[in-house]
């Protein structure tokens, strides 16, 4: 197998980490409240990254892309709700009822 893929999601993750840290002024914060692991506010969009370099290195894998639809339109959504926020039953339910999964496991007494 190819390293090309991994190198150039590598380089496309670390173009959009420097575009994304040059204009960090603009873009949204998360203000740190009782349920936040940081102490300060920090900008919202950091997996913008991330699935940059994901997409850039997976469309150069064989096979058909039908994915591709879907998941752009959870990032979309995604960067709407961090910079105005999305109401809760507008939000696509990703995964296998992830919030039924995440009530139940927040409502156990571990």
């Known amino acids: 197998m190819s390293l090309l893929p991994a190198m150039i999601a590598a380089a496309v ?3 959009a980490l420097a575009i994304l840290v040059g204009n ?3 873009l949204p914060l998360d203000r740190p409240n ?3 692991l940081h102490a300060f506010a920090v900008p919202r969009v950091g997996g913008l990254a991330i699935w ?3 997409l850039a290195g997976t469309v150069w894998l064989p096979g058909p892309k ?3 639809a879907p998941l752009l339109a959870l990032v979309a959504i995604s960067l ?3 910079h105005r926020g999305v109401h809760r ?3 696509p339910q990703a995964g ?3 919030r039924r999964r995440q009530s139940t496991l927040s409502s156990r007494s571990w």
Do not use: K, M, T
């Open 52 to 54: 940059a370099g994901w």
């Open 66 to 68: 039908v994915w591709l």
């Open 13 to 15: 993750a670390w173009g």
């Open 96 to 98: 296998c009822g992830w």
């Open 89 to 91: 039953e507008a939000q």
């Open 34 to 36: 009782a349920r936040s």
């Open 24 to 26: 960090a002024a603009r």
């Open 80 to 82: 709407l709700d961090d």
